[in-house]
Structure formats: C-alpha cells, structure tokens
C-alpha cells in the first residue's frame, strides 16, 4: 500500500510540474504573440505613415513651383523615387528621371471633394510602390491648366520591412524562444520548488512503512513548505507517541490477561485431570473468582479506551458539590470515615457518569490506604473547580506520583491492599480529567496521599439537577 502511494505521488508531482509549465508557455506564447503582432503592426504602419507624409510634401513642393504654361521637373533634391504629371487623358505631362519612360503609376484617382489619396500599386515594370495621387481641379485647374484636371502621382519602393517577411519570422522566432525559456524556467523552478515537498513525501512514505522515527527536513524561512515540513514532523511525533503508546499498553494488557487465563486453564486442567481429588465447588469457586477478576479488568480496559469517545457534545452543566453529596451519600457507612468540605457550588460542563467514576475510583483508592480518615473537599478557585480527595495513610513517594496514573502499575503496597486490582482505575480517571479540559495529579500535604483534581467552571450556565 505504502509503495503503491508513493508511486501515485511523484507522478502527481511530476503533473503538477508539468502543468505548470505548460500553462505558463502557453500564456507567454498567446501574450507575447499578442504583443509582437501589435509592435509588427505599429512598425510597418510607422514606416507607412512616414513614406505617405514624405510623398505628400515632395507633392506639394513640386505643386507650389508649377505655373500656367510651365511644368518644371521635379527638383533633384525631393527624395520621392518616382514622380508625374499626368493630365486627365492619363498622358505623362512631365516627370523625374526615374518616372519618365514609365506609364501612370496608378489609374487611381482621388474621388470627388477628395485632393488626395494613398494606395499600393504594383507596376508594371516596377517594383510594388507605396503611391500618393493629388488631384488638380476647380480654380486651380482653371488657372494652371485651362480648366482640365491634372493629376501628380508619387510613388516611393516599398522598404522590404514591409515587403519580405523577416520582421513577422524574426518577432515570431523571438516569441517562440521566450516562451519556451519561459516554459524551461518554470519547469527548473517549480521543479525546486517541489523537490522539499518530493522529500517530504518520500519520508512520510517510510515513516508510514513502520519507522515512525523519521522526520523530514525543515527549509529555513516561514513559507509553506516550510510550515508543511513542521506540520509534518508534529504529525510524526503524534504518531509515534500514538503508536508507542499503543504497543505499550498492548503490551500491558496481553500482560495482566495472562495471568488469570493461565490461572483459569491450570484450575480447570487440574478439575479434568484429577475429578476425584479435586473439589468441584471450591474449583468452581475460584474459577468463578477468577473470571470476576477478568471481568473487572475488561470493564476498566472498555473505560480506559471510551473515556476520549464522549466528545463536548455530550457533556451538560454539573454543580459539582451536588455530584460529591450525591457520591458520598451512596457510599458503605461502615469503615474510614469521610468528611465533606465545602465552599460554593462550582459548576462544570462534562458528563456525570464519567465524573462519577473519577470520584468512586479516589474515593476507593483513599479507602484502601485510610488509616481512619478521608478527607473530601471542594471550592472555586482561579475558574477552576477543586476537588481534593486526601486520605491519612502512608502517603505517596514523590518519584511515584506520577507512575501512578500508568495503565496497570501498582505500587508495592496497592498490590498488598488489593491484589485483585487491575491498575486502571487512576488511569482512567486522569484520562477522564483530561479529556474534561482539567488536570488530576498527586500533590504534597503532611500525611497521606493527596489527590486534586481541577476542571474548567462555568457558573454562568445553570447546572441541571441530578435525577
């Protein structure tokens, strides 16, 4: 399964890689395309606007030094390669050098209200030229010509800018070679990005596998992989807390079950070996004992592993001082005797029947230990509800107090008191303490074992009265 994920990872990564990279190509290409067509199109109209406007002051020029009767040639100084004077029969009245053996440039004529007009004309024995018709017409064709209409044609050769196609293959060629050094970096980048993640991902794997003593190298810095690599790493101390925790009180429960099903098959083994010298009722008897044993063990096991099932939703305001009285109230009035101390009634938001096993399992653990005496007290204190249970006895070893709260450890004299018990009793207890938001530990006091529990209050909610 772990190889089976890992081969599904790097693929995803290698995906992602790749789509990135595709799409930042594209978009360059579609953007840089866009931009290189408009700059294309700006040049060639640039180089257009500027042949057009050279035309038309080469025409004017040549207009201004026309008189009635005299058609002087073109002055060696206009740059326009090609110019004429044609009449309205389309007769070449007069030209320079270049244009003079060549017919119109163009049989375009200006339309009427119109003096000028640009167009492409491709002549014959020319190259395509870029070409400017100015019509002589009304007063000034009256005064020049006699009343007939005259026109000049200039025409310029066409730069190869915008004749040949190198200027769209070169921006075309260019667009490309971004797009894809664009594409190649993103895919250098985002490979380097994703090489921690890739890391990270490879020692999840193994760490899942079974060694839960991996953790994945941490980047400086407070991105996101970075704070992905310490999630990472708090994930894997969680779990291999869990785990070990897991295999230890497997561990532990395999143990103490051990032993009274060993006893239980060697009283019934002997029962079936020795029917006539054994004694059925006393087998039976310590059978019976045996299995009460197992029962008493599993019903804690099932309240050990239960106490973190009743979430927040479950729990009710509780007056505390009640649930105590209501306790004490319901326990053997012979031996230790218990005295009750209160100040208020605190209120605290969790579930009676698992507070009331927290006070059974002290109040039982005081009674095993009491000389003559326990002693039962409650307050409010810093927004805490207190609980002490302290009884007279030999008290606590400062280095066991906290061995004691471990699932089936039994210290020297609980195993003389109780030998029947199973340990889990202050187990589960500070597990329920826990999972109600407080604390249960083993404090210091002058005689005895002192036990204190403290849980969030909120006297602001109305308890809900026992039944």
């Not at 978009?27 to 199109?41: D, E, Q």
């Not at 070449?92 to 640009?118: F, I, K, M, Q």
């Not at 079974?210 to 990472?232: Q, W």
């Not at 001082?321 to 009035?333: D, F, G, I």
């Amino acid at each position: 399964m772990g190889l089976s994920r890992a081969g599904r990872r790097r693929p995803f990564l290698r995906s992602i890689r790749a789509r990135y990279t595709c799409w930042v190509g594209l978009l360059f290409l579609v953007v840089l395309t866009i931009v290189a067509t408009l700059v294309v199109l700006g040049i060639r109209n640039s180089i257009t606007k500027d042949i057009e406007e050279g035309l038309r002051q080469d025409i004017l020029s040549w207009a201004n030094q026309m008189a009635p009767g005299h058609y002087p040639q073109p002055q060696p100084q206009l740059r326009t390669d090609y110019l004429q004077l044609v009449d309205q029969e389309g007769r070449v009245v007069a030209a320079n050098d270049a244009a003079s053996h060549l017919p119109p440039l163009t049989d375009v004529r200006p339309a009427l209200g119109e003096r000028l007009e640009d167009v492409m004309a491709c002549p014959e024995q020319s190259p395509c030229l870029l070409v400017a018709v100015l019509r002589f017409d009304g007063p000034v064709a009256q005064t020049l010509f006699g009343g007939q209409e005259h026109y000049i044609i200039a025409g310029e050769t066409l730069p190869l800018a915008l004749t040949m196609p190198y200027m769209p293959i070169g921006f075309a060629a260019a667009v490309l070679i971004a797009s894809a050094a664009a594409a190649w970096v993103t895919w250098v980048v985002v490979g380097r990005m994703l090489c921690p993640v890739r890391t990270i991902s490879d020692t999840m794997r193994e760490a899942t596998a079974g060694d839960f003593s991996l953790r994945v190298p941490t980047p400086p810095g407070d991105d996101e992989i970075a704070r992905f690599a310490r999630t990472s790493n708090l994930y894997l101390d969680r779990l291999e807390k869990a785990v070990t925790a897991q295999r230890r009180f497997a561990s532990l429960v395999s143990h103490e079950l051990r032993a009274p099903v060993a006893g239980l098959h060697v009283q019934l083994e002997e029962a079936l070996m020795y029917p006539h010298e054994v004694d059925s009722h006393s087998a039976l008897r310590l059978t019976l004992r045996t299995t009460e044993r197992l029962q008493a063990i599993i019903d804690d096991l099932l309240a050990y592993t239960k106490v973190k099932d009743t979430g927040p939703v479950a729990y009710q305001p509780i007056d505390l001082t009640a649930l105590v009285e209501e306790e004490l109230a319901a326990q053997p009035r012979t031996g230790t005797c218990i005295q009750l101390h209160r100040a208020g009634h605190p209120v605290v938001l969790g579930s009676r029947v698992q507070l009331s096993r927290v006070l059974d399992n002290l109040l039982a653990n005081a009674r095993r230990h009491a000389r003559s005496r326990i002693d039962v007290s409650i307050a409010r204190r810093n927004g805490h509800a207190v609980l002490v249970v302290q009884d007279d006895g030999h008290g606590i070893a400062p280095g066991d107090r906290e061995r004691v709260f471990e699932p089936f450890v039994r210290l020297a004299e609980g195993q003389r008191l109780d030998p029947g018990g199973s340990g889990l009793g202050l187990a589960v207890s500070r597990e329920t303490c826990v999972a109600h938001g407080g604390t249960l530990t083993v404090e210091d006091c002058p005689s005895g074992a002192r036990f204190v529990v403290r849980l969030p209050a909120c006297e602001d909610i109305p308890a809900i009265e026992p039944a």
